[in-house]
């Protein structure tokens, strides 16, 4: 069974960075695409990046386009995600997670990580 485990989230002021990670163990993280997504309370769970299983190919949700960067480290089986420019809206927990393929939605995703919290605020 694969397990991921997301790390990063923190408090920080607008206008700020953050990198999260997903560190997968228990399989063949390279077998696998990678996707972020979010969930603030009360709102649907919604999606945030995605790449490939070779790194080689990424999508971003409109919301995060020129300011999100998927990324990932096979050698480490980490999946990281670099955001900048955090507005107050970015407020929300961040889950990694795991396909056979590139998708932009969660029916698609078979394994999910904890969450990471982030929150922007001044």
């Known amino acids: 069974q694969v397990q991921l485990a997301e790390s990063g989230g923190a408090l920080v002021q607008p206008g700020g960075s953050l990198r999260l990670s997903c560190v997968a163990s228990g399989g063949t993280f390279s077998a696998y695409a990678a996707g972020w997504f979010r969930q603030a309370p009360g709102k649907e769970r919604e999606f945030v990046a995605a790449v490939s299983r070779s790194g080689g190919i990424t999508q971003a949700a409109d919301s995060g386009k020129g300011r999100y960067t998927i990324s990932r480290d096979n050698a480490k089986n980490t999946v990281y995600v670099e955001m900048h420019n955090l507005k107050f809206e970015d407020t929300a927990v961040y889950y990694c997670?795991?396909?056979?393929?590139?998708?932009?939605?969660?029916?698609?995703?078979?394994?999910w990580g904890q969450g990471t919290q982030v929150t922007v605020s001044s």
């Open positions: 997670a795991g396909t056979s393929a590139l998708a932009m939605v969660t029916e698609h995703y078979d394994y």
